[in-house]
């Protein structure tokens, strides 16, 4: 019996959490309130040791790895899927828990029990979406929304076991025939509950998807637009290596990234929305005059600085797609902050972004570098939400673990504070390690010379600030031998190379190695992504 109470509390649990995850998933679409699984998510991967949060994401992206799903577009969704299923099995537990004590108390339920049971349910989650999240809608309507929301869920919650339990049938004589009576009548009962909760959660999604998919395509467009005029306005149609007579072979990724395909990392599920009309960047701490800039102050008050960037991602294997190149334009940090004049004790910018995120910068390292920039746009247009609206660091030779997004604050200091990912172990420096990757072996696109059948093979090589003096290819473990270079975009770009390869027929493998500018060639040895950086020769073996 109690184990029966048990698993129909589940079920009802698990039957009215699914509804209300879609209505706040229509709030959200709707009117922008909050999306309390997500919310729930993010406040634990925020809180949860670094070790614990390591271990979730490699073994996510090994499953994805070994399922063959493209880990830079999916790994997002596979953590929102693992959200909402969360927040489901929350549901679920929850049910069962409140029937049980129901049941042990033997009393009549009411009114009260539902709203005990709803607030029981919902307060920990309202607090954590209300405090923590990121809706935009003024915090006291979230309150109020959820607060319904998780009332409703208990009331139900508790009259579907009223209905269940504790309703006595009357004019039955034989205790056989009430047991008979009960449960066809509960079964009936909760086919119906299980019917509505379907029918919305159905109805519900459907709708929320279809407002998303607008959604999407308005910010697509939107983007598309600003693309189109950006050419113009920065000189970007033609490259700086135009001219250049070795060209990438066919197959190999695009020099220039196209911004919608330029690869997009964040630390909550959902990326993070600044309103960059009335943000403003406080420059605070060991400086003698604070400053407090807007976004056209940054555009305005310093000359912008244009700089072809690749960026990459610490977390990223040998042959990464957590990988692109696109136009920062900025603000030298070095100017700002003479205008903020920093006090001589200073040694630190804390860094701080609207997603909890934070980055420490060695002063002397700024003073250093004046290419460091506060960068406000990518590809000629305002930086686009997911990649940082409206400001983000440039570090160059850095991962882009070093450098926040949606940057909110920068305090001055004296005192050294570890990073978000080098809290969770991480390198503490983390200077892109050098590497070199084959992109294609292109058979389709074989070359006639002569009697020689040439094969294009091509791909990039990247190594921060420090330049790429020579790329190698072998083919079957012979001898390595040199491919050609494209000059780069810029000196802290990737550089794309090119290797012909007379054809033979059967299968074979192609590895590829590159040296620094200095000469210094890349780590060979393969080591894992974590925690400084992936090393190891890339490869590729086809059959021909
Ligand atoms: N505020 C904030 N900044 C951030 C991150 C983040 O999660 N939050 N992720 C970092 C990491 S790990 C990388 S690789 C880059 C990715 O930048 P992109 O998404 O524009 O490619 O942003 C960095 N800056
Ligand atoms: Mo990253």
């Not at 790895?65 to 549901?91: H, P, R, T, Y």
């Not at 998780?150 to 009259?159: D, H, N, P, R, Y």
């Not at 003073?367 to 570090?395: N, Q």
């Amino acid at each position: 019996m109690k184990i029966k109470i048990l698993a129909t509390g589940a079920l009802v649990g698990g039957l009215l959490t699914a509804p209300l995850v879609v209505l706040m998933y229509l709030g959200k679409q709707i009117a922008g309130l909050p999306f309390a699984p997500f919310d729930l998510f993010n406040w634990i991967a925020l809180v949860l040791p670094g070790a614990v949060i390591t271990f979730g994401i490699d073994l996510m992206i090994d499953t994805m790895l070994f399922l063959g799903v493209n880990v830079a577009d999916s790994a997002k969704i596979a953590e929102q899927v693992m959200a909402v299923a969360l927040f489901l099995l929350f549901g679920i537990v929850a049910g069962a828990v409140f029937f049980w004590v129901l049941n042990l108390r033997q009393s009549k339920t009411g009114l009260l029990d539902g709203v005990v049971t709803g607030m029981l349910f919902g307060l920990p989650v309202v607090v954590i979406s209300v405090g923590l999240g990121d809706a935009t809608i003024h915090p006291v309507l979230s309150l109020l929304w959820l607060t319904v929301l998780f009332l409703v869920w208990g009331l139900v919650l508790c009259w579907s076991y009223r209905r269940l339990y504790a309703v006595e049938p009357d004019g039955l004589t034989s205790e056989d025939e009430v047991a008979k009576v009960e449960r066809v009548d509960r079964r009936q009962f909760l086919i119906v509950l299980g019917g509505t909760a379907a029918a919305i959660t159905v109805a519900g999604s459907g709708l929320g998807a279809l407002l998303a998919g607008t959604e999407r395509r308005r910010q697509e467009d939107a983007l598309g637009a600003a693309g189109t005029h950006k050419s113009e306005e920065t000189g970007l149609s033609s490259f700086p290596n135009a001219d250049d007579p070795v060209v990438a072979a066919p197959g190999t990724r695009p020099e220039y990234t196209p911004l919608k395909d330029h690869y997009k990392v964040f630390i909550e599920l959902e990326p993070t929305v600044i309103d960059s009309t009335t943000w403003k960047l406080p420059v605070t701490g060991l400086v003698d005059n604070p400053l407090m800039l807007t976004l056209e102050d940054l555009q305005t008050k310093y000359q912008p600085r244009h700089q072809y960037v690749t960026l990459s991602c610490i977390s990223g294997r040998v042959g990464t797609s957590l990988i692109g190149t696109t136009m920062w334009t900025g603000a030298s940090l070095q100017e700002v902050l003479a205008e903020a004049n920093v006090r001589s004790q200073a040694r630190y910018l804390n860094i701080i972004s609207a997603d909890g995120f934070h980055e420490s910068v060695d002063l002397d390292l700024i003073a250093s570098d004046e290419r460091i920039m506060l960068c406000y746009a990518w590809d000629g247009t305002p930086l686009s939400v997911d990649h940082g609206s409206p400001l983000r660091i440039w570090l160059p030779d850095l991962f882009g673990m070093k450098q926040p997004k949606w940057i909110t604050g920068i305090e001055v200091s004296d005192e050294y504070k570890q990073g978000y990912w080098v809290e969770r172990n991480w390198d503490e420096i983390a200077q892109v390690k050098t590497t070199s990757v084959i992109d294609t072996v292109a058979v389709d696109a074989i070359i006639e010379n002569g009697s020689q059948k040439l094969v294009p093979i091509g791909g990039i090589a990247f190594s921060g600030d420090r330049g790429i003096s020579k790329v190698e290819v072998r083919v079957d473990g012979g001898p390595w031998d040199a491919a050609q270079l494209r000059a780069p975009l810029s000196n802290t770009t990737w550089v794309i190379w090119r290797y012909e390869w007379p054809f033979e027929g059967g299968a074979h493998t192609f590895e590829v190695r590159c040296a620094e500018g200095d000469g210094t060639p890349q780590i060979e040895e393969e080591r894992a992504s974590r925690p400084s950086g992936a090393t190891g020769i890339h490869m590729e073996s086809v059959d021909m």
